[in-house]
């Protein structure tokens, strides 16, 4: 619990405050990849920031692939974008192949790639949580998992966020 809640000031507190964060250096090993949200609860309408987050990548990244998988009756793709140590790159998008299966990728193109030993945010996705949301307390995943090219034997820890809808 310590660890979700130190990544979750680490990487999205740039969401909610206008001064710059601190930044929090936490040890997870050697190509660590993981996942968090914030709110991690909340009603119909609210945005939920989801973070793709690797550490210590031992190798240089250049090109990624990944599926993130969620409820999609609980919620709704609103947009992606890069993250922190993926700012400069060619391309960072996401794709609903199915409802609640969105397939986010990126390259580095002209931009800079990962050096080896970083850590940070590889994307941001933004969901939103439908206005006809299941039943009040219902706690939802939200995964990645199958990890292509330059992640592709990352380890998750944890792989999945959990969020619980309110009224």
């Known amino acids: 619990m310590l660890l979700r809640a130190l990544i979750v000031l680490a990487f999205f507190i740039p969401f909610c405050c206008k001064k710059s964060p601190t930044p929090v250096s936490i040890d997870l090993g050697e190509d660590t990849i993981l996942t968090a949200c914030t709110p991690v609860s909340g009603g119909p309408e609210t945005i939920v920031n989801v973070a793709v987050v690797i550490a210590q990548n031992s190798q240089e990244i250049r090109v990624f692939g990944l599926e993130l998988s969620f409820d999609p009756l ?5 947009k992606v974008s890069a993250g922190n140590l993926t700012g400069s790159w060619a391309a960072v998008d996401g794709n609903e192949v199915t409802p609640g299966t969105l397939r986010v990728g990126g390259f580095v ?14 994307a941001f996705v933004q969901l939103k949580v439908a206005g006809s949301a299941s039943p009040v307390n219902k706690t939802s995943l939200i995964c990645i998992n199958h990890y292509t090219d330059d992640i592709r034997s990352f380890r998750p820890a944890p792989s999945c966020a959990t969020f619980t809808l309110k009224k």
């Not at 193109?109 to 590889?122: D, E, F, K, M, T």
Request: aromatic share 6%; no cysteine.
């Open 74 to 78: 609980v919620f709704q793709t609103q």
């Open 109 to 122: 193109g002209g931009g800079s790639p990962i050096p080896p030993h970083n850590q940070g945010a590889l």
